[in-house]
């Protein structure tokens, strides 16, 4: 069972709208909890890094939420736009080891 | 700061073959690692190298192997081909290890036919 589960799979939604995207992880103890955006054939780019002691952190449009007791972080979107349509990955680092757990990531669609 | 660089971009290989990508990191980074990335698997971990040594490593198979060199600059080497290794590699560099912030490359699309 992967450590780091993310949903939706994919997500459609229309342009200037809102949406939450979940991210539930086993890995524990954990350092920090990122996210990225990934456009289609690019690399992945970091919109947040929360430690685990932080509840939220900002980017602009974007505000990722960490509750460390129910392993529980949300990405929220906020007046979404069409370049906003890309996969958005969640991972965990955990404390003391150098490996990265990744979520297989939700796919966003943004239409007109 | 110029960003991550992957060379090349886009690779054709037949089963068997043997094939080297490139990453240069962000000037100053001296840590380097290399993930594969499938539609149905998405990301996973190879290695990271740091100063030149292999700091960690993924579950793959020792076909696949990377080095560092003194400038930071990474490669990384498929031997004998097989279709599954047809993915995205990407390299994502950091000043200090993927315990911080990484930053990816754009990638190298492998296609094994």
């Known amino acids: 069972k992967n450590q780091v589960e993310q949903s939706p799979q994919s997500l459609i939604i229309l342009e200037g709208k809102n949406c939450t995207l979940q991210?539930?992880?086993?890995?524990?103890?954990?350092?920090?909890l990122r996210w990225y955006k990934q456009d289609t054939g690019r690399g992945p780019v970091s919109l947040t890094i929360m430690t685990f002691s932080e509840n939220t952190k900002s980017n602009g449009r974007y505000t990722a939420t960490l509750d460390a007791d129910t392993k529980q972080s949300s990405l929220h979107i906020t007046a979404s736009q069409l370049s906003d349509s890309a996969s958005y990955i969640c991972v965990v680092k955990p404390t003391g080891a150098n490996n990265l757990f990744f979520g297989t990531g939700t796919r966003l669609t943004v239409i007109p | 700061k110029a960003g991550v660089t992957q060379t090349p971009r886009y690779l054709i290989k037949t089963r068997g073959q043997q094939v080297t990508l490139s990453c240069s990191p962000i000037s100053g980074h001296r840590s380097v690692s290399w993930y594969q990335q499938t539609p149905g698997q998405g990301l996973q971990f190879l290695f990271e190298?740091?100063?030149?040594?292999?700091?960690n490593k993924g579950n793959f198979p020792g076909r696949f192997s990377g080095r560092q060199f003194s400038n930071s600059r990474s490669e990384m080497n498929v031997s004998t081909l097989e279709l599954g290794d047809s993915a995205l590699y990407l390299c994502?560099?950091?000043?200090?290890?993927?315990?911080?912030?990484?930053?990816f490359g754009p990638g190298t699309r492998l296609t094994v036919t």
């Open positions: 190298y740091f100063s030149e040594t292999q700091r």
């Open positions: 994502a560099s950091s000043q200090q290890g993927s315990s911080y912030e990484q930053y």
């Open positions: 991210c539930n992880y086993t890995v524990s103890p954990f350092s920090n």
